[in-house]
């Protein structure tokens, strides 16, 4: 129940901050095909009532991971700056 919530905070806080981009767009991709499925299975309205008939946010979540995943962070990342603090 706080498991997920919390995974999220941590990935946005690492998106954010651009330390391990491509990991953690590979965790959200996984998090997002999950609550897709459960999206398409669950047939109660109860459990999700603000949620729109189609999948719609996930799908665009999954899209926008897919390109983070391919480009990588970009120039104001951790990343980037632990490399150029190593001269590579």
């Known amino acids: 129940m706080w498991v997920v919530p919390a995974a999220e905070i941590g990935i ?3 998106f954010i901050s651009g330390f391990l981009s491509r990991l953690a767009s590979l965790s959200a991709i996984v998090m ?3 609550a897709t499925y459960v999206h398409l299975v669950v047939n109660d309205p109860t459990l999700f009532p603000l949620q729109p008939e189609k999948p719609i ?4 979540v999954i899209a ?8 990588g962070s970009g ?3 951790l ?4 490399k ?3 001269g590579k």
């Open 12 to 14: 946005g806080v690492l």
């Open 32 to 34: 997002m095909v999950v």
């Open 57 to 60: 946010i996930p799908a665009i």
């Open 64 to 71: 926008l991971c897919l390109y983070l995943l391919w480009i």
């Open 75 to 77: 120039s104001w990342s």
């Open 79 to 82: 990343d980037l700056r632990g």
């Open 84 to 86: 150029l603090a190593d």
